[in-house]
């Protein structure tokens, strides 16, 4: 899913009476360009290092064939990231309550399966 199609429901998360926030391991100066290109109203915040991913246990290291194809693409990593690990997060949609527990997280392997703003919006009603 890519960040537009989230900020289509932005408001219908508001209207959940809950906070959208987009996490990539990309240096801030990347996320704000990202913010800006594609107008996005909520946050998009730097986990540097991957450290929060990693403590999700949903980091990964690209392994060298593929980084040999994003490298193709024009895709370096270590250039968005700030560092050498070319290391990224599974998509995930993590959902935390307010005093910081995580009430939901669904992340896939196959990084084509993304969670559907829709499915979202369901969680946090149920929650």
Known sequence: MELH???QHYAAVRGCNAELVAISPQVSAKNEEVKKTQRLEYPVL???GNEYAKKLGIAFALPDELREVYAGFGIVLPDF????SWELPLP???IVD???VIRSLQ???DYTHRPEPEETLEVLKIL
């Open 5 to 7: 199609a989230l900020q």
């Open 46 to 48: 730097a986990d540097q």
């Open 81 to 84: 990231n700030g560092d050498d």
């Open 92 to 94: 995930a949609r993590i």
């Open 98 to 100: 307010s005093s910081g």
């Open 107 to 109: 992340a896939d392997l």
